[in-house]
């Protein structure tokens, strides 16, 4: 039996849920909506009644497809509400880095990527997962995944490089 499966839900939470605030972070660029997220996600997980929480095999795995999905939702609802407000936002929100130069410049080019390609390579260089790993969080192929990471590097290259 998966390790993963035999920990009470209080511990799965315990485990997963600074990585999971990381991971929505990173996705949409709010440290509020990403525990707004991580918690919604969790009560939700919680609310399922013990038998169906029991069918889940990577409780972790489900976990971060369910942030990924809120996120990319999060997003979606950001840019219509900014699409459709009456006078548009001149000035990008007060950012959380710390004061290095190096760590504020790579924060900004994965600003400059899609939230897909935020998650990509979140996932795979933050977390280490394989690209098998990335495409099944995904919910796509392999090669899409190698083509996400490629895009998303070029594209932080070139922005790292202005």
């Not at 990585?19 to 929505?24: I, K, M, N, Y």
């Not at 399922?48 to 809120?70: C, K, M, Q, T």
């Not at 900004?108 to 935020?118: G, N, V």
Request: include cysteine; proline fraction near 6%.
């Amino acid at each position: 039996m998966n390790e993963a499966r035999q920990r009470a839900p209080g511990e799965v939470y315990a485990h997963e849920y600074p990585g999971l605030v990381r991971l929505a972070y990173v996705t949409t660029g709010s440290l509020a909506a990403a525990e707004d997220v991580v918690q919604d996600v969790f009560a939700d997980w919680f609310r399922l009644d013990g038998d169906r929480r029991d069918e889940i095999r990577e409780p972790a795995a489900y976990l971060r497809r369910a942030v990924l999905s809120r996120c990319t939702s999060w997003v979606r609802r950001r840019v219509l509400e900014r699409r459709h407000a009456a006078a548009p936002a001149l000035t990008p929100p007060a950012s959380d880095a710390p004061s290095q130069a190096d760590i504020a410049a790579v924060r900004a080019a994965l600003r400059r990527l899609t939230p897909r390609q935020r998650a990509a390579v979140f996932l795979r260089y933050y977390l280490d997962l394989p690209e098998a790993q990335v495409a099944a969080e995904l919910a796509c192929r392999p090669g899409t995944v190698k083509s996400l990471l490629h895009r998303s590097l070029t594209r932080m290259k070139d922005v790292l490089g202005e």
